[in-house]
């Protein structure tokens, strides 16, 4: 699968599911979301639910930050490569995001834009990760958003305390290709 075609999956339908816990999960798999963000796993069940993911047709992402029982090092990406059939990665770690692409991950940094500092060190990061999309946290800022697009060249997903269809809709004419929510109300507007 290209960035091309995960891209034209976002146009078909813009919002991701992200799950924390097996209701979530249950319930995002009956949504029209096409791709599903494992936020919560460990490495006992992270091949089960991925599995479950990829019966149902969607695309499955796990942030590897939050995979219980594994490291922020590459072993874990080469556990996720050998255990289970994910399309890509999550992390907040350039290293982590960089080293996913040679075990043929689609990946996605994930930043949380807290201050001016956390904005300008986006390109520093960027560069050493390089990834094929950018997460920007909260989502619910449109503006930021826009400085986003106008700084880097990826296709960005708004994500966090993105809970009402007015800040879908402001993410998305502000340059998000995507937003991503843990709302199931989200997943279905």
Known sequence: MSKNRIIK?????????????????????????????????????????????????????VHVDLLEGASNEEVALQFLNENTKADGILSTKAHMVHAAQKYGFYT????????????????????????????????????????????????IIASGLVCEKEIVVSALQAGAVAISSTNSEVWYM
């Open 108 to 155: 996605i940094h994930r930043f949380f834009l807290i201050d001016s500092f956390s904005f300008h060190n986006i390109d520093k990061q960027i560069a050493q990760s390089q990834p094929h999309f950018i997460e920007i946290l909260p989502g619910g800022m449109p503006e930021a958003i826009g400085w986003v697009k106008d700084k880097v060249n990826l296709p």
């Open 9 to 61: 999956t976002l146009e078909d339908n813009p919002v991701i599911a992200s799950v924390k816990d097996s209701q979530g999960l249950n319930e995002a798999m009956e949504s029209e979301c096409n791709i599903i963000f494992v936020l919560h796993s460990t490495i006992i069940n992270v091949g089960q639910i991925v599995n479950k993911i990829k019966e149902k047709g969607k695309l499955a992402f």
